[in-house]
């Protein structure tokens, strides 16, 4: 049971801090579009990564120099990009985004986006597949420290994405809209500037 809470503890503290899948999960709570998918596809990307540090793959990171520099400066385009288009909605305001109701967007381009914010963020291989993975090895079942790091990321993007529904009130102005856009814009390029840096 130690190694579990541990790893619940470890993983729900490194997903916390708002990030660029944090905010764009955020958003699609608040949209309510295609939360449960988007949700999953986070929960699930994060199993993955956390099962290969468990089984030792932060390992073969050591032995591709190249992967480091190319997931960094592949991750800061795609954020700078990704943050131009927030900005840019900040910017023409003015749209009544509707907070309930049908989804408007298609599923498929609302999954790239948020596999691409995941898979294209180099931090998430050091947090999750390095970070964890050591501090699995620490315990006498890594397993079981790993198990308590998944069930905390399938927790936290599955409060954060239906959670997001108590904000809908703020969010029927417009002007709401325009301010996370614009916070979420910021988010990205400060990432996108630490990656590069």
Request: net charge positive.
């Amino acid at each position: 049971m130690e190694g579990f809470l541990s790893g619940f503890a470890t993983g729900f503290g490194l997903i916390l801090a708002i990030g660029a899948q944090n905010a764009f999960v955020l958003r699609q709570g608040l949209r309510r579009e295609h939360v449960f998918a988007v949700c999953l596809a986070c929960a699930l990307s994060d199993a993955v990564l956390i099962a290969a540090g468990v089984v030792g793959l932060g390992a073969l990171l050591d032995v591709a120099p190249w992967f480091e520099p190319a997931m960094r400066y592949g991750g800061a385009a795609f954020l700078v990009w990704y943050g131009a288009r927030n900005a840019l909605a900040a910017w023409r305001g003015g749209q009544a985004m509707q907070t309930g109701g049908t989804a408007t967007r298609a599923l498929g381009p609302a999954l790239m986006t948020c596999l691409a914010l995941t898979w294209l963020n180099p931090h998430v291989y050091l947090d999750t597949v390095i970070l964890v993975g050591s501090i699995a090895a620490t315990f006498p079942e890594p397993s079981v420290f790993g198990v308590g790091a998944v069930v905390a990321s399938f927790v936290f993007f599955f409060s954060l994405g239906y959670g997001a529904r108590l904000l809908a009130p703020l969010f029927e102005r417009p002007r709401s809209w325009q301010v996370l856009d614009a916070v979420i814009a910021l988010v990205m390029w400060a990432i996108a500037l630490k990656l590069v840096l």
